[in-house]
């Protein structure tokens, strides 16, 4: 049979390798797979033929449900990409009356996006309306005391260091409390309120 599996499955015979501790020389000579074929499989460059798989299966002493399960469950390999935002550099926006510092806005394809907001407005007069985010929610008070206020919940006072997570799908207001704070918002990537202004 020469059907042809989904390039993932590297990454799975990777993580059952160095599971079992063998090296690529070591899985390629008992799965009787050249070592060049198996370096390349395992980097995502080449497809594995279903009797090569077998191979590998045996010689990794697993059953192709085990390497498709560790494909499903298995998270990418790191990819080493990381971006540096030092003080006061971001690209900036607005989120409801408050200045958003958006953090790493320049990576693509990311779960998550990291804001620093400068709380401000002191009543829900000031603020205006309260906002809705698209997904759920982290705040950390950095700097002074900020009070979150949302529909459902009592307000809740974050002094410096106190987070909440919390469905920012909800109706809900960041106020200052006292002199203006910094907090640490992260929200779902791509979440429309936090878009850049180009």
């Known amino acids: ?38 370096s390349k499989l ?3 460059q080449v497809l594995l033929t279903y009797d090569k798989l077998m191979r590998l299966c045996r010689a990794l002493e697993v059953d192709l449900e085990n390497v498709i399960r560790h494909q499903a469950e298995g998270s990418a390999a790191p990819s080493g990409r990381r971006v540096v935002v030092r003080a006061g550099e971001g690209e900036t926006t607005r989120l409801g009356p408050h200045p958003v510092a958006l953090a790493a806005s320049e990576l693509l394809a990311k779960p998550f996006a990291p804001a620093i907001l400068t709380v401000s407005a002191r009543t829900l007069a000031e603020h205006g309306p309260m906002v809705r985010l698209s997904g759920e929610v982290y705040l950390l008070a950095l700097d002074g005391a900020a ?23 909800a109706p ?27």
Not at 149 to 160: D, F
Not at 177 to 185: D, H, N, S
Not at 191 to 197: F, R, S, T, Y
């Open 172 to 198: 809900h207001a960041v106020l200052a409390q006292g002199k203006p704070a910094k907090v640490l918002l992260v929200a779902s990537a791509g979440d429309p309120a936090l878009a850049g202004e180009g």
């Open 42 to 44: 395992e980097l995502g």
């Open 147 to 169: 009070v979150l206020h949302a529909e459902s919940y009592s307000p809740l006072t974050l002094k410096t260091g106190d987070g909440v997570y919390f469905d920012g799908r």
């Open 1 to 38: 049979m020469r059907q042809r599996l989904s390039s993932g499955a590297g990454l799975a015979v990777r993580k059952l390798r160095l599971s079992k501790g063998l090296t690529l020389a070591e899985l390629s000579e008992r799965a009787g797979v050249p070592l060049s074929s198996l």
